[in-house]
């Protein structure tokens, strides 16, 4: 008999053009060799130019789904990411509180790409108070950093890291704020991180949109820290591979590139655009 794989129990909201939510947690948690539990927290209408509609799962289904793969397989990693409703992040913080040595990951979705908006401050509270807390890394983009402490001063780096210092003193360990939506040359991804250090990584700015990047990059950190990398380790390597997933990516619609999660990583000629300091 085949060993399994880590299993990644992942929540999200399904996205029919396979670009974002459900669709790309499992893509990518499979292409890195992980098997992922997808738990299922709503359904969007939704194509490569933008979301129409978000039709949540009930709490009650949410919280069925999950408990029943939690009592049968042996589940590595939580990782959230589009959770629906209120309802729903309630549920899914009494799951979590009841498995206290699962490892959390979260990818606080608070918009789609085109800025179709899913969560309201009530939303926003609950998310602070009862998930992010109990974090081992959070992913958020500067504008989603910025929106759940409704920072005003949108554009100021002083802000991103009152955000992070933030997140770490209501109990997340390690927050790495992701830079695609700034006006900067390169783009610049940041960990804070639980041993206290700033860690910023470049990357090049890839030409066009791109459809499920937070989601496929918050899968691959999960992919590898289940897989066993350390949490710094597993956040360098998913960089690349997102990177490299983007670079690769290709248009099906009329809309944003999505990702292609399943390049081959023998056909890449370069090492990298990457670097830190």
């Known amino acids: 008999m085949v060993k399994s794989p880590p299993i990644v129990m992942t929540f999200s909201a399904t996205d029919p053009s396979g670009g974002a939510g459900l669709q790309a947690d499992v893509g990518t948690l499979s292409s890195l060799g992980c098997h992922p539990a997808s738990i299922v927290t709503g359904f969007t209408v939704q194509d490569t130019i933008g979301v129409d509609s978000l039709v949540p799962v009930d709490s009650e289904v949410v919280n069925d789904q999950a408990r ?104 997340c360990q390690n927050v790495l704020i992701t830079g695609t939506h700034e006006n900067t040359k390169n783009v610049v991804n940041t960990l804070y991180s639980s041993s206290n250090q700033i860690i910023p990584y470049h990357w090049d700015r890839l030409p066009g949109n791109f459809h499920g990047s937070g989601c496929t990059l918050t899968s691959a950190i999960s992919a590898y820290y289940a897989l066993g990398l350390t949490i710094e380790d597993a956040i360098e390597e998913a960089q690349y591979f997102t990177w490299q997933a983007l670079k690769n990516g290709f248009k099906p619609g009329m809309g944003q590139l999505i990702p292609n999660r399943f390049f081959r990583p023998s056909d890449i000629k370069d090492d990298g655009k990457f670097t830190h300091h």
């Open 68 to 171: 029943s793969i939690l009592e049968d397989m042996e589940v590595s990693i939580f990782k959230l990411g589009l959770l629906g409703s209120k309802e729903n992040i309630g549920i899914i913080a009494e799951i979590i509180s009841d498995y206290p040595d699962i490892p959390l990951i979260i990818d606080p979705v608070l918009s789609s790409g085109r800025g179709d908006k899913f969560t309201d401050i009530e939303i926003r509270n609950m998310i602070l108070e009862l998930l992010l807390p109990g974090a081992l890394l959070i992913t958020p983009n500067t504008l989603e950093a910025r929106q759940l402490l409704n920072q005003e001063d949108e554009y100021s780096d002083s802000s991103l890291e009152i955000c992070a210092n933030y997140f770490k003193e209501i109990g």
